[in-house]
């Protein structure tokens, strides 16, 4: 039986494309949801005959009656499975908690390095030498969910925060569909603050690191 997923974007969703693209085997993509009318990836997906919605996040009056109502508009899809795929909007805990361990974002960073914005100036600041991404279960506190995989690339001497973030998207775009498969095959247990995976049989999963 497939596993249904629904994609929160903000924008291009470009994670988005990278999930839709990889054609996971038992993964039926039945809604495209943004909080923003202009998000491109709304586009991007109808044309590719995936359903989208659009729930306009400043017409509600707080964050709250934005999540009940966004979480009843999701429930309407009968998801299995909820991922931020550049859904800018900081989410409350009775949302995140509907969704425990069914729901997942990929941040900027190497969690629990670099939590919140501005991730790839602040690693060029501290003189890291490895920066990258993280795929997580997200839960009510920010960006510190259970880490399922990273990724890593090497920070150059000359990096800007955009060449930077360049070179970690590309690496969000394989990482982030290997997860989603992971979830459909039902490969993928929490256990405390660990995630397992039981295909797997080398760390080469759980960690894609730069070539020398």
């Known amino acids: 039986m497939k596993k249904n997923i629904v994609i929160l974007i903000s924008g291009r969703g470009s994670n988005m494309q990278s999930i839709v693209n990889a054609q996971i085997a038992g993964a039926h993509i039945t809604a495209v949801i943004s909080n923003r009318p202009d998000a491109a990836g709304l586009a991007w997906a109808a044309e590719r005959g995936i359903t989208t919605a659009v729930l306009d996040h400043k017409l509600f009056a707080d964050r709250a009656a934005f999540d009940v109502a966004l979480a009843e508009l999701i429930d309407g899809f009968a998801p299995d499975l909820v991922v931020l795929a550049g859904f800018m909007r900081i989410l409350t805990a009775d949302f995140v908690n509907h969704y425990v361990n069914r729901l997942i974002n990929v941040h900027p960073s190497l969690l629990p390095a670099f939590i919140g914005v501005n991730t790839h100036q602040r690693a060029i600041d501290e003189g890291v030498k490895l920066a990258g991404c993280t795929v997580h279960f997200v839960t ?22 955009e060449t930077l973030a360049q070179r970690i998207l590309v690496q969000e775009h394989q990482l982030y569909p290997k997860v989603v498969q992971w ?30």
């Open 140 to 161: 009510a506190e920010l960006d510190s969910g259970p880490i399922i995989a990273q990724a890593a690339v090497p920070v150059m001497l000359d990096d800007s925060a």
């Open 183 to 212: 979830f459909v095959a039902d490969q993928l247990s929490v256990v405390g603050k660990q995630v397992r995976v039981t295909a797997p049989a080398s760390s080469d999963a759980y960690l894609q690191a730069p070539s020398a």
